[in-house]
């Protein structure tokens, strides 16, 4: 609430400053002491109390020039501010000593630092601004667009998981493509094996299972048995090719592969029904290639033989030798055993083999191999001792069959008998080292030449070493005899 009057307390004035004010001295408490700040209508005012206690009775004020009464002034008793009609003059509440007026000193100036510094940095800026030098526009590239392809996660797995995920994934796909092939009189009993592939129905199996019986009977996956008839048979290659009636959509088909690339050591997978126990699965490698098995029936070899380690046993005839990939690489055929069941040493028809055969099979009910009409023998290094030859390696030709492709290019057979480690043998004939430019080594390499390069009809040459020197002999290829 502001009043106005005389303040409680009596003064006097006599003239401090004339320049700037006038000074009152209070003569009793409370009374108030006030400086000049530098103006002549504003004094600043601080409280008696500090200056009490410093010994002082009286306190000093000042008030505007010419005032020399405090009629002229008003106080607001709750805020202790003195107000002068012309001029203004600021209290301190009369508990506050010089301390508080020199805190307020304090963080005036640190205001005006404040301000001063923002102002300094300002214009160091704007200097900064002002006296950069404007650089020349810089050719941007163009950057290379790379794209990031995520990394996939990468789920740790033994190997032996990888094996089986392997085996079990390929059994699903392939299995119900393998069938049982029995007959009447066997009461359901598996004979042997074969798979499906197409959806015409044809199985290509051994021959020797397709000869097994008259009458023949397939059971699929299903477990459904059909009458099956044989459209043709190979014992050259001891291939055959039976055909079933069935709807395509109740049956699954093979994918037939490659045994070009095979390697040794490559993984075989054999499926088949083995002592009548259809569709069972064994694993193994590749052990051997190019072998060539003799045949019980005749003098002939069958060609391009695969050996593999992969358990197979009786049933397991017909049935598909697989790579990892589920593809048809060979058709089981043939073990060898003293007991009769698996040793370790199994054999199947490549596939390659198969391409060449089974087309002719299903087309003519036969296939025709070509025949050049030679026997002989691979060199060995007793042969080569006993008979005094010019080379280590290649077929030492025995004899040349009359009317054959080899009598007419003119090779010859020979006209020596020699024994060789107990066993009698023909020398003084050709040396076959190469046919078509091919390397020949031994008497295998001539049986496989002939059964996967070469057909009926074609023309090939044949390097022979007579007398110490090298001749090409040119010849057309016949159809073997079938009673061969």
């Not at 009374?31 to 500090?50: E, K, R, Y």
């Not at 998981?161 to 079990?168: I, M, N, R, S």
């Amino acid at each position: 609430m502001l009043v106005s009057g005389s303040p409680p307390f009596h003064c006097s004035g006599t003239e401090l400053e004339p320049a700037r004010c006038s000074c009152l001295v209070a003569r009793s408490p409370p009374a108030l002491h006030a400086f000049s700040i530098g103006s002549p209508h504003l004094c600043g005012i601080i409280s008696i109390d500090s200056m009490l206690s410093a010994g002082q009775h009286h306190s000093r004020g000042c008030l505007p020039k010419g005032q020399t009464t405090l009629h002229d002034w008003t106080v607001d008793t709750h805020a202790d501010l003195w107000y002068h009609r012309s001029a203004l003059a600021f209290s301190a509440e009369s508990n506050i000593g010089r301390n508080s007026v020199r805190r307020k000193a304090v963080v005036v100036l640190v205001l005006a630092l404040t301000v001063l510094g923002s102002v300094a940095c300002s214009l160091s800026d704007l200097s900064a601004i002002l006296s950069e030098t404007p650089e020349a526009p810089v050719e941007t590239a163009t950057p290379w667009i790379v794209e990031v392809t995520p990394t996939p996660q990468t789920v740790i797995q033994t190997s032996l998981d990888v094996e089986e995920q392997l085996v079990t994934s390929l059994y699903e796909r392939v299995s119900p493509a393998v069938v049982c092939i029995t007959a009447p009189d066997r009461f359901g009993e598996c004979i042997g094996s074969g798979f499906v592939i197409d959806l015409e129905g044809h199985i290509v199996t051994n021959d020797h299972v397709a000869q097994a019986a008259e009458q023949l009977l397939v059971t699929l996956a299903d477990e459904h048995t059909v009458s099956a008839t044989v459209v043709g048979s190979d014992p050259g290659t001891d291939l055959a090719v039976l055909q079933i009636d069935v709807p395509a959509a109740e049956l699954t088909t093979v994918e037939l592969g490659s045994s070009t690339s095979l390697q040794v050591g490559q993984r075989a997978i054999a499926i088949g029904n083995p002592f009548g126990l259809e569709r069972t699965i064994t694993t193994g490698v590749i052990s051997s290639l190019g072998r060539t098995l003799q045949r019980d029936d005749s003098e002939f070899q069958i060609a391009e033989v695969i050996q593999t380690d992969a358990a197979i046993n009786p049933g397991n005839s017909g049935g598909p030798l697989l790579d990892s990939q589920g593809k048809v690489i060979g058709v089981n055929s043939a073990i060898v055993s003293e007991s009769g069941t698996n040793s370790g040493v199994g054999f199947a028809i490549p596939v390659d083999i198969v391409r060449r055969v089974v087309p002719e099979l299903i087309a003519e009910g036969k296939f025709r191999h070509p025949w050049i009409g030679v026997t002989g023998r691979s060199i060995s290094p007793e042969m080569v001792e006993a008979a005094d030859l010019p080379v280590d390696t290649g077929v030492l030709v025995f004899e040349v069959e009359p009317g054959s492709p080899a009598e007419e290019a003119g090779l010859r057979g020979g006209d020596q008998q020699i024994m060789v480690s107990g066993i009698p043998m023909r020398a003084g004939g050709d040396i076959v080292i190469a046919i078509d430019d091919v390397e020949v080594k031994r008497f295998d390499d001539v049986v496989n030449y002939l059964a996967s390069y070469t057909s009926v009809g074609d023309s090939i040459t044949l390097t022979v070493i007579r007398a110490g020197s090298e001749l090409d002999l040119t010849l057309t290829l016949e159809e073997r005899p079938e009673d061969r």
